[in-house]
């Protein structure tokens, strides 16, 4: 319990303090130092005595892996955008006092999401994604270009509009649990509610349901509910592009997930899985069309975590033990890919003063350490072996193949459409004659380069072997899933 | 014997008191703006004056020119008849709110026919505004007579009346209706904000535009006719939203009552109208729709309310 | 409840849903913002009536919050915006108000045969208020792609909140209505705030905006 309220205490702690301090080199180590405390007591979890179901907050098999990643890529991230930022100041993107703002928003942004993964009530877990979305979309407005603003604008009032009917899921839930289990905090408690989900009104839960995936899909940024996020991704400071796709997106797939479970255990209810597939397949085939299109290196990048979140959200459609699995493994492996990206991206963009695409070629030769990271990355990314992206992908494919036939079809188009893409990308983004860098662009220093390889390195890991504890609790997951 | 005379004073005293209210209308509106305004008879020595004067037909009007402003006012105080102004009893017509709604529309047809007759331009663009707003404020006002019938379970009149005075709780309903039906009526009578019928400006006009063609007697039925419709709508509304009073049975002294008040009502709504008139500015011809479709919306609300609250209990 | 507690409920869940109706209807910003500051004041109305009926004090809470945040605060902190940034009171919509009205009217059908056979077995006026809740919070957004307009896009949220707020109003005993509404409230103003109030400092190094006027003046002499 005293780890879990440090978890939850140390970024609200921190975004309080990092509000008053202005000078921002400290500020960017403080957020690390923050961070890093939040990392080793999420990593105390695992040991530490876990709270009774029931009440507030909630740490079982399914959140605590979450709980986990999300402090690791928050502490990977506060490590680049302390170079990130530095650079920023000198091209005098950013000013000091709204690095005070960003680091404050960081903490609290990190803070609500480790509160909505650990909420056992339903209430607290939706304030806690409204705190997420507000606090991010304060980000993406950081750079106060008219385009930041619109990108900002546009992700509160879809995300707003999300949230709102997410509220009113959340109400039809309740109702539905009124008849078993009564008025009160009992009936909005996760853990009570799924050990009398079996009793609950059935046609009351499915409407609710439709409801919640529309409105925590609209944060999944499942189509056709995704207008905002290649937008927000773009027109924000990368590492809260990091952070959206490597976290934020998983946070609202846990919360549709959480429901999915109810809906799993009463057994007249309807089968989320149509509606989760339909969405899914959409994505992944809308944005394997998009990513041709693209001329922003971000919003490439933010295609593709559209496509990823589809291909997530398709295998927790299919459900059963192994789709499960391949879903959970996805979640992770894009998490730790595509934050590893965007790093990636950020520094690229620093040094050619670009996000055109048409401004960035044959970073292999101008820049080896960033043009190979960049390499590695979108090959882990496209799905590539030896990569972990490779395997969940293979999974979701074979197993779908095995009971669905029909529908691995699309998928493995989909999937190969998405690979072209950005291997025609990468081709011209990594290779060739170099472009010209940006005036007064330095070297990237290696120690900034460290959470690139470190999230490399474990998709690679996680590619060539799973340990067996790893994947016994995948397991275990998997099955509480449905 | 009595209900003779409920009869006779049913379908006299409409037309007989019409052009009065108009008068109390126009002094109150004059004396509103500060003007000491025509003296209360006047409309009677204007429709006297037209009367007397012999009506110049163009060369080329044929029989319905001169035949509609008979029917039109035939149909409007046939509708006026059937309205339970002072009481419930006795009234023999058969006509519900469908049939008065119906009568109405029959005497607007007959109009715009003849407005299009004699082929001027006014005639024709004073026609095709008023079947504008025809066209729009009729399926408010048969949304408004569904939410009525709801409540009363029959939309005859004395029956709607008599439900309504025994009183059915807040109905939010009923307030829409009332505002739907206020807004028709508004449109119909060829009031302010919909059109003024004090002007002759051709940009503006509708009423006074379709009708300009005509000229003697013909006008005076045509004049009369208006200020009967007028009376109507007003009748309508005081019997409908405020139903007290109204006599059940024909005791002389109920009907004293029913017939006082009923007077008392017309000449508040009057006042209440001169008001407002003198208090709000014209909209322009393009607003008709929304200002219409807002009527029909209150309408479609007042029903769906109802239906929720009756399908509920 | 009673006959008469009912009817009042009614009307003033009926009342929120016809300003949703009226706030489809505005042209000029500032009315719209009247509107829906209007609509928070029957809402905070229909809470507390709620608070009294079925003896909920919490719900005061509610009425308090709806009264003082979002019938009086956010709309005046609008109202303050366009004075400040000059924004033209004219909104334009998109398409026509007699389809907006056609499409509202749809919806609020479709909440209603949503609703009603959802909740066979609940109480009366749980039932009404979660349909005409639901109809607000569709007619939001609706409003929202009817009007492409920041400020409507804000009155369209904040309306969408009331209808919401009706809702968690009329459900017995739910847990965390306080909470809820005071979060949508912190939103909507943070946001407001957030954006515009910077977006102006970072342009022009100062929030006065006659700064602009100055510039105007130096170009047009």
Redesign the interface.
């Given at each position: 319990m005293t780890a879990l309220l440090v978890v939850l205490g140390v970024p609200a702690g921190a975004a309080l303090v990092l509000a008053f301090i202005a000078n921002w080199r400290l500020a960017a180590w403080l957020n690390v130092a923050a961070s890093a405390a939040t990392f080793i007591a999420a990593a105390a979890l695992f040991t530490a005595e876990r709270p009774a179901p029931g009440h507030l907050l909630l740490v079982d098999d399914f959140n605590i892996y979450l709980i986990a990643l999300t402090a690791f890529v928050a502490l990977t991230t506060a490590i680049f955008s302390a170079s990130y930022i530095a650079h920023e100041i000198q091209r005098q993107r950013l000013t000091s006092r709204l690095l005070r703002f960003y680091h404050a928003m960081y903490q609290a942004f990190i803070g609500s999401m480790l509160m909505a993964l650990s909420a056992d009530n339903l209430g607290l877990m939706w304030v806690a994604v409204e705190a997420a979305t507000l606090s991010t979309a304060l980000m993406v407005s950081l750079y106060r270009t008219p385009a930041a603003i619109e990108a900002a604008w546009k992700y509160f009032i879809l995300c707003g509009v999300g949230i709102a009917l997410a509220l009113f899921g959340t109400m039809l839930m309740y109702l539905a649990a009124q008849p078993a289990l009564g008025e009160g905090m009992a009936a909005v408690t996760w853990s009570t509610l799924l050990a009398h989900a079996a009793n609950f009104d059935p046609a009351l839960l499915n409407v609710a349901f439709v409801f919640l995936l529309v409105g925590y899909g609209t944060k999944v940024g499942l189509a056709p509910l995704h207008a905002w996020l290649p937008d927000a991704h773009a027109e924000g400071p990368t590492p809260i592009s990091a952070v959206l796709s490597g976290l934020l997106l998983n946070v609202a797939l846990y919360a549709v997930l959480r429901f999915k479970m109810l809906l799993a255990a009463n057994p007249q209810a309807l089968a989320p899985g149509p509606l989760m597939i339909g969405m899914g397949l959409l994505s992944l085939s809308l944005s394997a069309l998009m990513l041709y299109r693209r001329r922003d290196i971000k919003r490439l990048f933010a295609y593709s975590s559209i496509e990823h979140m589809g291909i997530a959200a398709f295998a927790f459609g299919m459900g059963g033990p192994l789709a499960n699995f391949a879903g959970l493994l996805h979640m992770t492996m894009h998490s730790l890919v595509k934050a590893a990206i965007f790093f990636t991206v950020g520094h690229i963009a620093q040094v050619k003063g670009s996000q055109r695409i048409a401004d960035i070629t044959g970073l292999t030769t101008s820049h080896p350490a960033l043009g190979w990271s960049l390499v590695a990355g979108v090959v882990a990314i496209a799905g590539l072996p030896p990569f972990g992206v490779f395997t969940s992908e293979f999974l979701v494919v074979s197993s779908t193949f095995a009971r669905q036939p029909a529908l691995a079809l699309p998928v493995a188009v989909g999937l190969l459409v998405c690979f072209g893409a950005l291997l025609l990308r990468l081709h011209h983004l990594a290779f060739g004659p170099s472009s010209p860098n940006a005036a007064g662009s330095h070297a990237v220093p290696t120690l900034s380069l460290v959470p690139i390889w470190l999230h490399l390195a474990l998709a690679l890991v996680a590619g060539i072997y799973l340990p067996a504890p790893l994947v016994a609790w995948f397991q275990s997951v998997a099955r509480l899933l449905g | 014997m009595t209900a003779l005379a409920i009869l006779v004073v049913q379908l006299v005293a409409p037309a007989v008191l019409a052009p009065l209210l108009t008068g109390l209308i126009r002094k109150i509106k004059a004396r509103l703006l500060g003007r000491r305004g025509p003296p209360l008879l006047q409309p009677y020595r204007d429709l006297a004056r037209l009367m007397r004067k012999e009506p110049i037909l163009a060369h080329n009007a044929s029989w319905l020119f001169r035949g509609a402003p008979y029917g039109a006012l035939g149909a409007v105080w046939l509708a006026m008849a059937a309205i339970p102004t002072f009481t419930t009893v006795s009234l023999g017509l058969g006509l519900d709110l469908i049939a008065i709604a119906g009568l109405l529309g029959l005497a607007r047809i007959l109009l715009a026919l003849a407005g299009m007759d004699v082929g001027t331009s006014f005639g024709g663009l004073g026609t095709s505004r008023e079947m504008t707003i025809g066209a729009l404020a009729e399926p408010a006002l048969f949304i408004a007579i569904m939410t009525l019938a709801l409540v009363a379970h029959s939309t005859a009149l004395p029956d709607l009346t008599l439900a309504l005075s025994e009183g059915v709780g807040l109905r939010v309903s009923l307030a829409l209706a009332l505002g739907a039906i206020v807004m028709v009526a508004m449109a119909e009578t060829g009031r302010i904000p919909i059109d003024n019928p004090a002007t002759h400006l051709e940009l503006t006009m509708v009423h006074e535009a379709m009708v300009l063609e005509y000229s003697g007697r013909h006008l005076a039925l045509i004049e009369l006719g208006a200020m009967l419709k007028l009376a109507l709508y007003l009748s309508l509304i005081a019997c409908i939203f405020t139903p007290w009073g109204i006599a059940r049975d024909a005791q002389p002294a109920a009907l004293a009552i029913g017939l006082g008040l009923w007077l008392l009502k017309l000449a508040a709504g009057g006042l209440a109208l001169a008001v407002f008139e003198t208090a709000i500015a014209k909209m322009r011809v393009f607003r008709y729709p929304e200002f219409l479709g807002a009527a029909l919306l209150f309408g479609v609300l007042g029903t769906v309310f109802l239906y929720i609250s009756q399908h509920l209990k | 409840m009673s006959?008469?507690a009912f009817?009042?409920a009614?009307?003033l869940g009926?009342?929120v849903?016809?300003l949703s109706?009226a706030l489809l209807?505005q042209r000029r910003l500032t009315a719209a913002i009247n509107v829906v500051a209007m609509q928070a004041a029957v809402l905070a109305a229909a809470a507390a009536w709620q608070a009294i009926t079925r003896d909920s004090p919490h719900l005061f809470a509610t009425a308090a919050i709806a009264l003082v945040f979002k019938a009086i605060a956010v709309p005046a902190l609008l109202h303050w915006l366009i004075r400040r940034l000059n924004i033209s009171s004219t909104v334009e919509p998109v398409f026509g108000?007699?389809l907006t009205?056609g499409l509202?009217?749809g919806v609020?059908?479709l909440a209603?045969l949503?609703v009603?056979p959802?909740?066979a077995?609940?109480t009366?006026l749980?039932?009404?208020d979660l349909?005409f809740?639901?109809a607000v919070?569709l007619l939001?957004?609706l409003l929202?792609i009817a009007r492409r307009n920041?400020v409507v896009?804000v009155v369209g949220?904040m309306s969408?909140?009331n209808g919401?707020i009706l809702?968690?109003v009329g459900?017995?005993?739910?847990?965390?209505v306080v909470?809820?509404s005071v979060?949508?409230s912190?939103?909507v103003a943070?946001?407001i705030f957030?954006?515009f109030f910077?977006?102006i400092r970072?342009?022009f190094d100062s929030l006065d905006v006659s700064r602009l006027e100055e510039m105007q003046g130096e170009r047009h002499p």
């Open positions: - | - | 006959g008469l009817d009042i009614h009307l009926a009342l849903l016809t109706f209807y108000v007699t009205m509202g009217v609020t059908a209603i949503l009603l959802l909740t077995g609940e009366l749980l039932r009404e349909a809740a639901l919070a939001g957004p929202m920041a896009q949220f969408m909140e919401l809702a968690a459900v017995k005993g739910m847990p965390l909470e809820a979060s949508f912190v939103m943070t946001f957030g954006v910077f977006h970072e342009r």
